[in-house]
Structures are given as C-alpha cells and as structure tokens.
C-alpha cells in the first residue's frame, strides 16, 4: 500500500505475457509499492488464456492490442484508488514480453498527442491499430519467413553473427515479414511498429517511443555491433520497414516526458521523464543486478536463463543481445517455452492443482528419482525444437507414464537438466563461485528452487521482488535520470538489497552423481556425453534421437570468424548437431 509521508521514487512496469505488474522503489532503493493486473483473471472479456490466443494451426499464437490498453487504465486507477502519490514520481521506464510486436494504423501518433484526461485510454485508441490482435513471442507460425531472411542474408550463421541469433519464428522481423505477405493491406495502412515494450513507453509518451538496442536485439533485423537496423534484413522482411521502425536508441536513454494525459488524470509531476522501456528478459538483468560469472534463472511464463558477455559470439542456438546497462557488452539469452504454463499441467494432472501439493511431491522423492528421467514439451520448444512427453526408467526405456510423485520430479528435474546442458552448450561452466539467480512466479516455490541447486551444484539466490523485471525498470529509471551512459548502473543501484540465499546443493549431490549411472545425465559433470552413452547403449534409434535433442540441442557449433575472441563465459564448446526434427504440430495450452 502507499504510504502517506511523501516519497520520491520511480515507477517498474512488466508487460508481461500473463499480466501488467508496476512497482515503485524509492531514492534508497527500497520497493514500496506493487501492484498487477491479470489478463486472463481481471479481463475475461478478451478471452485469453494465459494472455494470449491460440489459434486453430496450433502455431499462431496472438493477444489484443486493446487488452494491454485497458490494463494499463485498470492499473492506473487501481494505484488512483489505493492513494498512491503520483507528484512524487521522478521517472518511469518498463519491460515488456519480448518480440511481440504492435502495428500503429495511420493517425495514431495524432490520436496519442491529443489525448483527453476525460476518458481512459482503451476508449480513446480503440480505431489506432491496423492489426488488432498482435502476434507474440509464443507465435511459431513463420517457418518459411525465417527461411527466407536466412537465405537473404548468407545462410543460419551469418545471420546470427549479424544480429545475435540464427532466424527464429518468434523473431519480430519474420513476423512482420508474414504480416507483409498474408495481409499487405493492413502492413500498408500501418505507420509506426513497435515492440510490446516500446509501445508501453509509447502509451506513456503520447507519442511513438524508439525500440531500445537491447530489446531491438531480439527481431533478427538489429545489427548487435554496429546498433543500426541491417539493410540486409529490412530488404528481406518488407518494404520501407526503417521508417516504420525509427531509429533505435541506447537502452538508458530518456526517452522524453510524461503525456500531459498522465499529468492532468492521475498527477504525475510534468517533468516525470519515461527512460526507454526495453524487453522483460534484458529488465531483470537489471533488476538482479547480474554480475560477470553469475548465472540467472527466470521462472516465469517462459523459462529464460541468461548471462553477462563482454563479447557477442552468436551461435546457431541461443540469443545474443544487446546488454540493457552497458552499451559496450552483450548478454546471452537461451528461452524454454515448456515453462510454468507446462509446470501448471503436471500440477493439474498430478498435484490436486495444488502448488503444495506439487511441493510434496518434490519433498517426497528423491534427488534423480530413482534413474527415471522426463521431459515435456506440451508444445513445440525453442530450445530446442521438439514437442511431446519423453519419460524413460532406470533400464533407460521409453515409458508412458510415471506414478504421480514421480513425474512431478522427472519434470523439474528434466527442465533444469536441459537448462544446464544449454548453457554449457554456450561454452557457460559452472564453477565454485558461481551463483544461480532465481526470479519469476515459480522462484516463489522452495522447492523447484532446491532442484535448481541440485541440478546445477550451486547456490540459488532470489531478490526480495519476485518481479525483477519490474524491479529492474524502476532501477533503469534511475539510471536514466542519473545520466545514463554517463553514469555506471552499479553506482546508481548500490543501495539496492543484496539477493538472498534460497537453496544450496543437498548433501550427497555431487555423491549421487559419483554413485550411480542414470543420475549422471541429471546432475553431473560432462552431461551431454553420458547422456548420449547411456542412450546409445540400450535406447531404440527414434528415442535415442529424442534423447539427443533433449539434451543436445541443436549444437552450438561454430563460432563467427569475425567475433572470435574473449568471453566471459568461457570458450564456446563445439557440440555434435544432432539435427532438427521438422516443425510439428503445435498444441493448445489447456
Ligand atoms: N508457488 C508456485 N510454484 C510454482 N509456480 C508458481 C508458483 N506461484 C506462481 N507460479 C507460476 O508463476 C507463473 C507466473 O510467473 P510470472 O513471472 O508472474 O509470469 P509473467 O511475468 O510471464 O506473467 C504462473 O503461471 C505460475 O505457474
Ligand atoms: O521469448 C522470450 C525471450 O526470448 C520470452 O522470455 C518472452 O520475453 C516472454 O517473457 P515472460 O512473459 O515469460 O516473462
């Protein structure tokens, strides 16, 4: 709640898949205030489930435009309502989902500067979109677009080496590249495309805000060195994209003041300054204030795990972008779409749709469940691409089922073993010092947090805000206001609390992993090997595949020529490319 004595402080904002999250921190780093709006809870009328549609191929996935409008007035009347002290607000900045993108019909930009403090916002940019509902990270219909930017471009890797990442469906520029295709008429009608995050800034702007370096690194269309949109790839995905893009700016930039609509309505101060917003994965770097070596973990509608680099060395899997705090260096971003909404299920279907009851289960079995080993993909995964359910027992047979307990442990364990496998796939080892941050919805839950440490062999430390998205938003505002580039980030949050120690490795991890054969590929050392040598020993050649892919990936492989050099995340391992399966069928989150 607020509290009454005046309290100069910047605002965080999430737009996030499943919710609008907004926290305030005060000039001593403290968080006072938080509040959230949930799509699916809070706006039944667009009919989400968890924050989007799914549509009928099973691969199209898109959310209303207008329900992330209407959101935002909930949210600001919800604060409004609460008492909170807008004149006390100094600057704001955001996170959104990344990749999602949203298409401004000709006027709009009128429309957001003349906006009346008489009527919320949803009422007034009801007619300013040409594409109502907007696709998102979730969305793996664009195949051939990605196929073709590849080909534009000089193939998978030259690709990544321009702009961070080989072609993904989800990437905004293949997107905007189908959009183009399947409906020309609106991409004509359309004079401005923002990411979600910078149309959250917009909103608060009154005016179009430029996509930060940072968030702009996940479209396939920024060039990660150079920070200019590449011709190359603009030329690929469709007609005069640089202006409907603008120029992109550095992720610390002061974007311009608050709307007079957010003046005259709530109160904010008309000095309050907007600092670019950028996407929610780059914002809780910021708001866990990752250090080099430090590894993070976000539970959250999608699970990411990313990293500090100090040098891009874009693979063909997983993400280079843009680092949110520091022009001059990078992060690395691997995204596992199987996440909560997968945890949900095994919780439904398993745990009495109880989180404790799902805890018990964990409580109830033991570390490497016995040799039984699981991984879920309900839907098609990023990383890497593969769907269905895959469970095999101690004799390493492919199985149908698990009893109840079981299978809870086989997913934990299963999703944080791939996660580990990925990272060290980048050429990331976990060493004595490492230390695992943990944020999102299920960083709540002691228990998956004990798996992590197990799985990984290191200590899990959480922040105080299971938000760091939010957290990290308010903490750029600060940075913005501090000067930005000018001014170290470290400086600007020293006050802010250190993260705290949530799990260590259980006794007889490391024990565990010595002692017995199938526990090796969940927890131990040179996973990807045994993994493999298991498999190979007793597995059928289509679940040998499957067990591959689970645990290998797609390889990173070969490094760009041009990028080689020195990375804080150690050298980059060459893996075998087991090769992909061709996309398959998508299915509905039920
Ligand atoms: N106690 C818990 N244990 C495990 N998962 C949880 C728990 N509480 C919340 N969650 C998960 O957190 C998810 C939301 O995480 P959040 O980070 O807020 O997502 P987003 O930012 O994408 O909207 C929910 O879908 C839910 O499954
Ligand atoms: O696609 C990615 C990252 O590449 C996702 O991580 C989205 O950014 C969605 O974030 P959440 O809503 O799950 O936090």
Same mark, same amino acid.
């Given at each position: 709640?607020?509290?009454?004595? %005046? ?12 919710? *609008? ?6 000039? #001593? ?24 549609? *799914? ?15 209407? !959101? ?16 006390? *607000? ?8 990344? $990749? ?19 009527? %919320? ?36 890797? !030259? ?37 979600? /995050? ?9 005016? @179009? ?30 007609? $005069? ?40 994965? %780059? ?46 260096? @990078? ?41 039984? &080993? ?32 079981? #299978?809870?442990?086989? &997913? ?48 899990? @430390? ?10 990290? /938003? ?26 705290? &120690? ?75 490319? %087991?090769? &992909? ?10």
């Amino acid at each position: 709640m607020a509290e009454s004595a %005046p309290r100069r402080c910047c605002l965080g904002w999430d737009f996030s898949t499943q919710q *609008v999250k907004v926290v305030a921190v005060d000039a #001593e780093m403290n968080v006072f205030y938080e509040e959230s709006v949930h799509f699916d809870r809070d706006l039944p009328e667009f009919g989400t489930r968890g924050g989007v549609h *799914v549509h009928k191929d099973g691969l199209t996935v898109t959310s209303p435009v207008l329900m992330w409008v209407q !959101a935002l007035d909930i949210i600001l009347e919800k604060m409004k309502a609460s008492g909170f002290d807008f004149s006390q *607000v100094l600057a704001l900045s955001g996170a959104g989902q990344q $990749h999602g993108s949203i298409y401004w019909q000709a006027g709009a930009q009128q429309a957001l500067k003349s906006l009346s403090p008489d009527l %919320p916002l949803h009422q007034q940019l009801q007619a300013c979109f040409s594409i109502n509902d907007c696709p998102v990270w979730m969305d793996s219909s664009t195949t051939a677009q990605c196929r073709q930017l590849e080909a534009a471009v000089g193939g998978a890797q !030259a690709l990544s080496c321009l702009t961070g990442s080989r072609a993904y469906e989800r990437f905004t520029g293949n997107q905007i590249a189908k959009i183009y295709q399947q409906n020309p008429k609106a991409y004509s009608h359309t004079e401005r495309i923002s990411l979600v /995050s910078s149309f959250a800034a917009s909103l608060f702007l009154g005016s @179009y805000s430029p996509i930060d370096y940072s968030d702009g690194s996940g479209m396939n269309l920024l060039h990660i060195q150079d920070k200019v949109w590449s011709q190359a790839c603009l030329g690929s995905c469709a007609p $005069h994209l640089e202006e409907k893009l603008g120029p992109p700016v550095p992720s610390c930039s002061v974007v311009g003041a608050i709307s007079s609509f957010y003046v005259q309505r709530y109160g904010f101060p008309p000095g309050c300054k907007v600092v670019a917003f950028t996407g929610d994965n %780059p914002a809780s770097l910021a708001g866990m204030r990752l250090e080099e070596g430090d590894i993070a973990v976000s539970l959250g509608t999608s699970d990411t795990l990313f990293l500090w680099l100090q040098e891009p060395m874009p693979a063909l899997e997983g993400h280079i972008f843009c680092n949110p705090v520091d022009p001059q260096h @990078y992060m690395a971003l691997l995204c596992f779409k199987n996440g909560s909404l997968m945890r949900e299920k095994i919780r439904d279907e398993f745990a009495s749709c109880s989180w404790s009851e799902f805890s018990k289960a964990l409580q109830s079995t033991e570390m490497g469940n016995g040799g039984n &080993l699981g991984f879920y993909f309900d839907v098609m995964e990023i990383t890497p691409e593969i769907i269905g359910r895959h469970r095999f027992n101690t004799e390493k047979r492919k199985v149908s089922a698990f009893p109840g307990d079981m #299978e809870v442990r086989a &997913l934990i364990e299963g999703q944080f073993m791939a996660k580990r496998i990925h990272a060290e796939g980048l050429g990331y080892r976990v060493m004595s010092k490492t230390k695992i941050l943990a944020t999102g919805g299920a960083s709540h839950n002691r228990d998956i947090l004990q798996v992590l440490a197990d799985v990984f062999g290191a200590p899990v @430390y959480v922040i105080d805000t299971a938000n760091s998205a939010c957290l990290g /938003s308010a903490y750029r505002a600060f940075h913005g206001l501090a000067g930005g580039t000018d001014v170290p980030f470290s400086e600007v949050v020293k006050l802010a609390p250190n993260p705290r &120690l949530a799990a260590t490795p259980s006794p007889g991890a490391s024990q565990s992993v010595r002692s017995t054969d199938i526990t090796e590929p969940v927890l131990g050392e040179k996973t990807q090997f045994k993994a493999e040598k298991l498999a190979e020993k007793s597995t059928p050649a289509e679940e040998l595949r499957c067990v591959r892919l689970c645990v290998a990936g797609q390889g990173g492989g070969k490094v760009c020529e041009s990028l080689k050099g020195g990375n804080s995340a150690g050298d980059l391992a060459e893996l075998n490319s %087991p090769g &992909l399966p061709g996309p398959g069928e998508g299915q509905e989150f039920t």
